[in-house]
Nanobody, 126 residues
């Protein structure tokens, strides 16, 4: 069974950091582009960051550039999202997703991704 599981969410004060993990079972993440997305109630799902299957290409939403870093750990079949200098606008449910793209690229468009995790809540509040 193909499955993605996010972890690492929680409550953090403004200016704090969290590291989210996206672990796969049933398949190898190294074959797919991986994206991180977030969603708040009443709003569309927003692309946050993505990494290509080799890790050579990464993309970030303008709102998180310079604060978030995406990285792969092939040995653990896991992709991480390091989030620093968090602010209340980062509060959301964060999802990871995998998609098999034709080239070694990645995209922040949710429709390009096939498998999704259940999400992990990130709350930034004092």
């Amino acid at each position: 069974q193909l499955q993605l599981v996010e972890s690492g969410g929680g409550l953090v004060q403004p200016g704090g950091s969290l590291r989210l993990s996206c672990a796969a079972s049933g398949f190898t993440l190294g074959s797919d582009a991986i994206g991180w997305f977030r969603q708040v109630p009443g709003k569309e799902r927003e692309g946050v960051s993505c990494i290509s299957r080799t890790g050579r290409v990464t993309n970030y939403a303008d709102s998180v550039k310079g604060r978030f870093t995406i990285a792969r750990d092939p040995a653990k079949n896991t992709v991480y999202l390091q989030m620093n200098n968090l602010n209340p606008e980062d509060t959301a449910v964060y999802y990871c997703a995998s998609g098999r793209l034709l080239f070694d690229l990645c995209t922040l468009f949710p429709r390009q991704y096939e498998y999704w995790g259940q999400g992990t809540q990130v709350t930034v509040s004092s």
